[in-house]
């Protein structure tokens, strides 16, 4: 059957569908444009959620006094959504008032290597100390503080505040109208500051402004990174540049004993470490090792960052579960001609002062590779009889740490890595703390200097890791009063008890602290209750920055700022009822 030929329809319908498609590109288009235009520093935000300051406080009152019980999915959903655009433009103001109080206290850096200013000191960055006319002022210290944050974390907060504020301000207006969450506005600055030209940066952010509005922010970070690579051919190595300026190394403490070493580096060098701690992982696996991969990447890495020669003994590996309390020992704990790991001199001025070098003591200390360093008994040593109870990972007859020699079933030697480097730990503990971990009786573990308590497990499981000694820290040795420098007993007891600077929010290690008279000398005496330990930053904030300094009868200190705003530092130890 022929099939009966249809007339063509007419030429407007050509012209019609021909159109359309190009009729909705430039639909398309146009919105975009509006978008881009909307998005001005000179026009106004059509994503603005609050159109007066009223409408915001009606807003948070709605918040506010919802009985999030009685809501239904649809009103939460808006109430989460009303919350973040608050959060949004609460974080911008956030922002301008940290970057305007640097303003405020403008001046020239002090954190030039120099005491006190001098003509031609360039004026401060966001983050760093200044002289505001003849007072030296610190505005992340200050920001920290009223933040409740650690000081390098209000310099953090600073910097990323005035990058966003001094060169993203149509980001930042976007911000302030509640249009895009504060996470995607700083990954924009982020992603998009190496870009110097600040015409070419600019256009770039409205282009990553508009597909964030279009499309939502969960992708922002990539979005911007995408478009400023495609206008800036060296975007890349702007960027690799910038975060190897920014790599770091920092520890996360969790309870139980553990924590978290994070380095971050060149992708490169941490696929290769972890490409090579796993080959080395997989053949001790295939070896008859019975821990899992994870196990072994975690012992592997720790041995080889300790220089441990030995074998990469797991704890426990031996014994199977934890031991309750280290095994017995008649080592005492303040002997000084002891052999017993991390003995420590007694109590008292002549004994503190022995062996004594520029404010230190001389503190005993065995390596784990040593097994004549341990005496009989004591938690990880090899007895008469084998090992005492408690050590674990190690088997009978044999020394922890000896190199090459193979420990417990299922636990082989790691070969080719260095001796033991000499790296010690100090523990903090009380006379009763310390003759509980020589006599093996049950008690608390006392402190780890740089993390925090520790239960006695992982106290007995440290004499056969690394070096290390403990500091009894309820004696006070003796001194002399009327001599400015204390004693280097005196100086060491003042270090165990304070632990860290004793700024408000400050960890600065105690070693590296000045011990200040908090009444000046020769006014105030030269004890224990007159010598408090400073980081250098804050010794300096002290003396030159209008901070007064006041104690309570429970050992915490009052610090008083410029502003008269007042915070407290509690003691490390608290001191007894």
């Excluded at 974390?153 to 976007?174: K, S």
């Excluded at 000398?521 to 002290?542: I, M």
Aim: proline residues 7%; aromatic residues 4%.
């Amino acid at each position: 059957m022929r099939r009966q030929r249809t007339q063509p329809p007419p030429a407007t319908a050509y012209l019609g569908w021909s159109l359309f498609p190009l009729l909705g590109w430039v639909l398309r288009l146009s919105t975009a444009l509006l978008w881009c235009h909307s998005l001005s520093p000179e026009g106004s935000i059509v994503a603005s959620m609050f159109d007066s300051p009223v409408e915001m406080v009606d807003a948070l009152t709605s918040v506010v006094g919802a009985d999030a019980a009685v809501l239904d999915a649809d009103e939460l959903l808006g109430q989460l959504s009303m919350i973040s655009q608050l959060e949004s433009v609460l974080a911008a103001r956030k922002a301008e008032r940290m970057v305007g109080l640097h303003h405020v206290l403008a001046g020239t850096s002090a954190d030039l290597g120099h005491e006190s200013p001098r003509p031609g000191d360039r004026a401060a960055g966001p983050a760093e100390r200044r002289w505001s006319g003849d007072v030296l002022r610190s505005v992340s210290d200050e920001i920290g503080l009223v933040l409740g944050a650690h000081r390098r974390t209000a310099a953090r907060w600073l910097n990323r505040a005035a990058v966003l504020v001094e060169r993203f301000p149509t980001t930042l207006a976007l911000l302030r109208a509640g249009g895009l969450p504060a996470a995607a506005a700083q990954h924009i600055a982020h992603e998009l500051a190496v870009i110097a030209d600040g015409d070419l940066r600019a256009g770039v952010e409205k282009v990553v402004l508009a597909w964030g509005q279009r499309y939502g922010w969960a992708r922002i970070k990539q979005i911007a990174h995408r478009e400023a690579a495609k206008v800036l051919a060296e975007y890349e190595s702007l960027l690799h540049a910038q975060r190897q300026l920014e790599r770091t190394t920092y520890t996360v403490s969790h309870d139980g004993g553990m924590a978290d070493l994070v380095v971050s580096t060149s992708a490169i060098d941490i696929t290769a470490i972890m490409a090579a701690l796993t080959a080395r992982c997989i053949e001790l696996q295939r070896q008859g090792d019975p821990r899992t991969l994870d196990q072994l990447r975690t012992d592997l890495a720790v041995a080889r960052l300790l220089g441990h020669d030995q074998a990469t003994a797991a704890p426990g590996a031996a014994a199977g579960e934890a031991p309750n309390h280290p095994g017995p020992s008649t080592a005492h704990p303040d002997h000084t001609n002891s052999a017993h790991p991390g003995s420590e001199p007694a109590s008292g001025d002549a004994a503190n002062d022995r062996g004594a070098t520029a404010g230190r003591v001389a503190d005993a200390e065995t390596a784990p590779s040593t097994a004549s360093a341990a005496a009989p008994g004591a938690p990880g040593a090899a007895g008469a009889a084998g090992t005492a109870p408690g050590a674990p990972g190690v088997a009978a007859g044999v020394a922890p740490g000896a190199p090459g020699v193979a420990g417990a079933v299922g636990v082989l030697p790691e070969s080719g890595l260095n001796p033991a480097v000499g790296v010690q730990v100090v523990i903090h503990c009380t006379y009763a703390e310390a003759e509980a971990l020589a006599t093996g009786a049950v008690c608390t573990g006392g402190e780890l200097e740089g993390y925090g308590t520790l239960p006695q497990d992982a106290l007995a499981m440290a004499f056969t890791r690394a070096k290390f000694r403990y500091r009894l820290t309820d004696r006070s040795p003796k001194s002399d009063p009327a001599r400015y420098t204390p004693s280097p007993g005196l100086d060491q007891h003042v270090r165990d008890r304070d632990r860290r600077c004793r700024f408000p929010g400050c960890n600065a290690r105690v070693k590296y602290c000045d011990l200040d008279h908090r009444v000046p000398f020769p006014k105030g005496l030269t004890d224990a209750d007159n010598l408090e330990a400073f980081c250098r930053q804050h010794h300096r904030l002290k003396h030159h920055g209008n901070w007064q300094i006041f104690t309570t009868d429970t050992g915490s200190l009052i610090w008083i700022s410029p502003t008269d705003r007042a915070y407290i530092d509690p003691p490390a130890i608290p001191h007894a009822a």
